[in-house]
């Protein structure tokens, strides 16, 4: 098992910055990919930035491209998601997510942590 806990998350104005963590535990010699993912009601989950858990082959949702940077601090197990340029178009749940399989679906989450930004 692979436990994640988030922390990061609060309330900006337009064009702040946020970084939130994702701390890993547990058997993280499992993890093959690891990202970050975000939720607003009634719409469904977004898959904002992932990349393997030996911090290769970054992806970006295109709405985040050239905001958003996924990384790893190796020493801590923790993965970053810095958020630049923020807009209220990001305000959501975001979610630290892992996977222990090349492709498929993650099948470890985290709880969450709200950002919210304002106009």
């Known amino acids: 098992q692979v436990q994640l806990v988030e922390s990061g998350g609060g309330l900006v104005q337009a064009g702040g910055s946020l970084k939130l963590s994702c701390a890993a535990s547990?058997?993280?010699?499992?993890?093959?990919?690891i990202g970050w993912f975000r939720q607003v009601p009634g719409k469904e989950r977004e898959r904002v930035a992932a990349?393997?858990?030996?911090?290769?082959?970054?992806a970006y949702a295109d709405s985040v491209k050239g905001r958003f940077a996924i990384s790893r601090d190796n020493a801590k197990n923790t993965i970053h998601l810095q958020m630049n340029s923020l807009k209220p178009g990001d305000t959501a749940v975001y979610f630290c997510?892992?996977?222990?399989?090349?492709?498929?679906?993650?099948?470890?989450w985290g709880q969450g942590t709200q950002v919210t930004v304002s106009s």
């Open positions: 997510a892992a996977r222990s399989t090349i492709v498929g679906n993650y099948q470890y």
């Open positions: 547990g058997r993280t010699s499992e993890i093959v990919r």
């Open positions: 990349m393997t858990w030996t911090g290769e082959l970054p």
